[in-house]
């Protein structure tokens, strides 16, 4: 065994590992609480992190003779930091990609370096700009309709559901249809936890004090309704002005998951994060069709299997990066609410019917359904 290939084969059996144990990392949900999770999984970033370190001494010596590569530039809108699930996949996607070709690089854009989200898809569609997009299912569904049945309120009952439906008929689904409109969705991958409300001063202890609040939600037509038929007034507005408004008490709150809330700093200017679990944004990794069909077949076997590695790791991740993230907040100062959510849930059914009609969807939402109790 030569020497220079124990890193590569470190950090590739690293992966392969996480991939396998996916299933076994999962965890239960009850009322807004992580339990039973095996605490020898907080081990594996670091694992992943070390074999990464040497890979990365390996390939800069062994790339440096290349005269000319492709230039994959990986865009996304989080902050570029670990605790963030996109720029988690998109380090991840470097590697993989620049250890399985010496004919391609990746260049990663966060926080919106490229363009805001809905410019860098368009530009994707005519072979523009970025090469390819990391981001939630909730900005794609304005140029892929059928995206939005995978943001529909309550829908999901764990994260097994969720990977047993994306990797199934129902997301086999979304991604011919994708193709279609200029899309090739590479894979789908967990945001680091369900979606919540937080507030900036007031304590919530139950659904009505809810009521009437000024809420930053998405700007996408199914979480600005979810938010609504929760009784809170959407508000409609970018990522970046959220940190601003509340500060400046435009807003009541937001929501979001606690792993966006951590890596933008959130917590600095909210104090109360109420356990609603209403929606879990799923994310997409997107590829331009247009500059997918200039890379070789080679190029494309690297970049398909470097972005399903990437993923499945990023997922593996996700029970473990949700539960750490609270824990940061609760450090930070912030205080925890659990309420009853049930009335939301139960209400959610007739909502969930007649948006994924309004989308064309209602094929796609049974399929999801059916994964339900598998």
Known sequence: MATENIPNQCFVAIGFYLYREQKDFFIQEKSGNIKNFNMKYLLLPFLL????????????????????????????????????????????????????????????????????????????????????YIGGTAILNNFIPEMGVLDLPYL????GHIHDALDGEAGKELVRISSREGLKVLSFLDSWGYRNIVTASKVIENAEDLKGLK?????????????????????PMSFGEVYTGMQTGILDGFEHNAAAIQSAKLYEVAKHLVYTRHLFGAVAFTYSQKQWDKLTEHQKEA????????????????????????????????????????????????????????????????????????
Not at 215 to 235: L, V
Not at 352 to 372: D, V, Y
């Open 215 to 235: 809420i930053r939600t998405i700007q996408a037509k199914n979480y600005i309704e979810t938010i609504n038929s929760m009784g809170m007034n959407a508000t």
């Open 303 to 374: 970049v398909q299997k470097a972005a399903q590695m990437a993923s499945q790791i990023e997922r593996s991740l996700a029970p473990v990066k949700e539960q750490e993230a609270i824990d940061f907040l609760v450090s930070k100062g912030m205080q925890i609410h659990n309420i009853d959510i049930e009335p939301f849930r139960s209400s959610s059914i007739a909502l969930q019917n007649r948006l994924a009609e309004n989308c064309n969807g209602l094929a796609i939402l049974n399929a999801i359904r059916s994964c339900e109790n598998q």
């Open 49 to 132: 992190v070390f074999a990464l370190v040497f890979q990365n001494c390996n390939t800069k010596s062994r790339s440096s003779s290349q005269e000319s590569k492709t230039i994959i530039r990986l865009s996304h809108s989080h902050p570029e930091t670990f605790s963030s699930e996109l720029h988690m996949t998109a380090w991840l996607f470097k590697q993989f990609v620049e250890e399985f070709s010496d004919e391609l690089e990746v260049k990663i854009y966060g926080a919106n370096a490229l363009g805001q989200e809905r410019e860098i898809i368009e530009a994707l569609q005519i072979g523009s700009g970025a090469s390819c």
């Open 156 to 159: 999901w009952k764990d994260y």
